[in-house]
T-cell receptor, first 117, second 111 residues
Framework: DAGVIQSPRHEVTEMGQEVTLRCKPI?????LFWYRQTMMRGLELLIY????????DSGMPEDRFSAKMPNASFSTLKIQPSEPRDSAVYFC???????????????FGPGTRLTVL | DAKTTQPNSMESNEEEPVHLPCNHS???????IHWYRQLPSQGPEYVIH???SNVNNRMASLAIAEDRKSSTLILHRATLRDAAVYYC????????????FGQGTRLTINP
């Protein structure tokens, strides 16, 4: 298995531009998570989906952030408009639901390093 | 969510055992203890988990105190590739699916 795939790996953009981050979870996993990591705040959960439905978006910082999961193999995290304080590494993770994975192991992608100038 | 406390950093030598402590005095009876690690420039990866009994796998061992208020991750023979940030996380068996990451322990391995 290729693991969780994220693209792009690096993104540099200017303030005010729209940014779209992409994630392909591991096949068969029915939970998908988006995290953000910064030096100041560490690793924070932004939103997670179960069976393509958003379950908890309480970590989404503000309305500029949106996430979608149109099908079981693809999710996007969009920032519009982007600001310099959005600069961070964004991770996507997936896991099998409770029936198949009691231990709750999440598998993380390599991350997208976003720089907003 | 119950909170965990870990030292900010630790240092050890290559091929020596490493004991990474974690305090979780407010743990509940249904909380699993999970350990993840994050190697430089990578996403976190699962290391081990346990509930009450000590656990071993190919990566590490997990020793859980009898009262479950603390645990220790043991790397039996550290290598340079074990240099990472190690996170101790409590996860409730049922309910929320979230993993709440603290600041973790940054482990440095000296050659």
């Amino acid at each position: 298995d290729a693991g969780v795939i994220q693209s792009p790996r690096h993104e540099v953009t200017e303030m005010g531009q729209e940014v779209t981050l992409r994630c392909k979870p591991i096949s068969g996993h029915d939970y998908l998570f988006w995290y953000r990591q910064t030096m100041m705040r560490g690793l924070e959960l932004l939103i997670y989906f179960n069976n393509n439905v958003p379950i908890d978006d309480s970590g989404m910082p503000e309305d500029r952030f949106s996430a979608k999961m149109p099908n079981a193999s693809f999710s996007t995290l969009k920032i519009q408009p982007s600001e310099p304080r959005d600069s961070a590494v964004y991770f996507c993770a997936s896991r099998v639901g409770a029936a198949g994975g009691v231990r709750g192991t999440q598998y993380f992608g390599p991350g997208t390093r976003l720089t907003v100038l | 969510d119950a909170k965990t406390t870990q030292p900010n950093s630790m240092e050890s030598n290559e091929e020596e055992p490493v004991h990474l402590p974690c305090n979780h005095s407010t743990i509940s009876g249904t909380d699993y203890i999970h350990w993840y690690r994050q190697l430089p420039s990578q996403g976190p990866e699962y290391v081990i988990h346990g509930l009450t009994s000590n656990v071993n796998n190919r990566m590490a061992s997990l020793a859980i105190a009898e009262d479950r208020k603390s645990s220790t991750l043991i790397l039996h023979r550290a290598t340079l590739r074990d240099a990472a940030v190690y996170y101790c996380i409590l996860r409730r068996f049922q309910g929320a699916q979230k993993l709440v990451f603290g600041q973790g322990t940054r482990l440095t391995i000296n050659p």
